[in-house]
């Protein structure tokens, strides 16, 4: 971020401080919505869970067709059964959350099945514009059943919708459209309002919680939220807040926004860095996506849920690849469009799945 900043003649401090972003992940052509998913999948999935799945819900605003769910093009890529249910789902960063709630619902009902959820997305708003700095992408992967391994989800949940433009991206852009100001201090308030009713609602307080997650477009705005929430406590006592929000922060810092995923990569990021959660602490969740809809909810920690953690996070972070600006550059403008043919060189993608190219307007995908 520091030298993408030199190059924006910016600060770098206001890129790694004022933003609150390290590094930027930068995706390329031949990784898209799908192939995310199903790399981010496939490392968590037992055989078990393949055998039990049910439900597959892909939460993107970066989906690859208009009509046919990134969910079809996952679950066959993953080898899942036939006789399950698959739907992508938007409602720009907070779809994730909406599949997990509608998930819990299908497993409350069906309680020995199982649902994969899936947040990805590849967040692009062009290069030399203001939100050019919080740009990034990647995936996350949750399997939800009756006997969860690491979080056990609570039954209360606030949530907010309001049609508004803070933040959107019309069918024939590639780049989002955003008021910047503007959606930065809404989701304050979205968070501000979901908060407050979901402590109404079960008469817990912030002391209830251990920690407190955020949707994290750039890290900086889940600090602000943060700050609100602590502004009327003791500060020794804020501190630890802050500490965890640290924590929560590590892997956001180095990806940039992932749209749907992030709140989740912030939950995995405190899970794999904080020293002082146990099992029975309570952690609170607040979601909001553009357009816009907030929610907070809750779920305590789980006997053992060390044990379920890969702490593999940092070492698939590490193995990145460092571009310059100029070759950045050159694969954000090489990025799959809706082009009739194409064929694309995945010899240099180490993942799983990859993007080949597109046939006849049909994107090829491969497992290597
Ligand atoms: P900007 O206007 O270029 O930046 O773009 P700025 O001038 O506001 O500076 C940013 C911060 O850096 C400020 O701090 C400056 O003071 C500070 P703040 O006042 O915010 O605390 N700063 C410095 N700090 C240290 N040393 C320095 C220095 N210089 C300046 N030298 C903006 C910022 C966020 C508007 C832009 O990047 C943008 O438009 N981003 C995209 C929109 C966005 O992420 N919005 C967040 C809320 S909406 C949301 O979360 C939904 C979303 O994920 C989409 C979805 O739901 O799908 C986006």
């Given at each position: ?6 190059k ?5 401090n ?19 919505a799908?192939?995310?998913?199903a ?16 439900l ?37 960063c ?17 309680p ?7 947040g ?6 062009g290069?030399?514009?203001?939100g ?21 989800l ?59 997650l ?40 180095l990806?940039?926004?992932l ?5 989740y990569l ?31 909810f ?18 698939l ?10 070759e950045?550059e ?20 180490p ?18």
């Amino acid at each position: 971020m520091a030298k993408l900043a030199k190059k924006r003649n910016e600060d770098p401090n206001k890129y790694l401080i004022g933003i609150g972003q390290e590094k930027m992940a930068v995706i390329p052509p031949t990784q898209d919505a799908v192939t995310l998913a199903a790399n981010a999948a496939d490392t968590i999935l037992t055989e078990e869970d393949k055998e039990k799945i049910d439900l597959v819900l892909v939460a993107t605003e970066s989906g690859v067709d208009n009509s046919k769910s990134s969910a079809a093009y996952v679950s066959e890529l993953l080898g899942l059964k036939h006789n399950i249910r698959t739907l992508e789902l938007k409602q720009a960063c907070y779809a994730a959350t909406a599949g997990i709630q509608l998930a819990k619902g299908h497993i409350s009902l069906n309680p020995h099945k199982k649902a994969l959820v899936i947040g990805t997305d590849i967040a692009r708003y062009g290069l030399k514009t203001p939100g050019e700095p919080t740009q990034g992408g990647g995936a996350v992967a949750m399997v939800i059943s009756a006997d969860p391994a690491v979080l056990a989800l609570e039954d209360a949940s606030s949530y907010y919708a309001k049609d508004i433009m803070d933040f959107w991206r019309p069918l024939s852009q590639t780049e989002a459209m955003v008021d910047g100001k503007y959606s930065a201090n809404v989701y304050l308030e979205f968070f501000e309002q979901v908060f407050h009713d979901f402590q109404e609602q079960t008469g817990l307080t912030l002391r209830d919680f251990t920690a407190l997650l955020f949707h994290l477009p750039y890290t900086k705005q889940g600090l602000k939220a943060l700050r609100l929430a602590v502004e009327n406590i003791d500060p020794t006592q804020a501190t630890k807040y802050f500490n965890e929000f640290e924590a929560s922060r590590k892997y956001n810092k180095l990806t940039g926004n992932l749209y749907t995923g992030s709140l989740y990569l912030s939950l995995l990021s405190l899970l794999e860095n904080s020293d002082n959660l146990q099992a029975g602490d309570r952690l609170g969740l607040f979601s909001y996506g553009s357009g816009a809809q907030g929610e907070f909810f809750s779920g305590i920690l789980q006997e053992n849920y060390r044990q379920h953690l890969t702490n593999k996070t940092t070492s698939l972070l590490n193995k990145r690849q460092e571009v310059s600006v100029a070759e950045y550059e050159k694969l954000f403008n090489s990025v799959l469009t809706n082009e009739k043919n194409r064929t694309l060189d995945t010899t240099s993608d180490p993942a799983t799945y990859v993007l080949t190219g597109i046939k006849d307007f049909k994107r090829q995908y491969q497992k290597k």
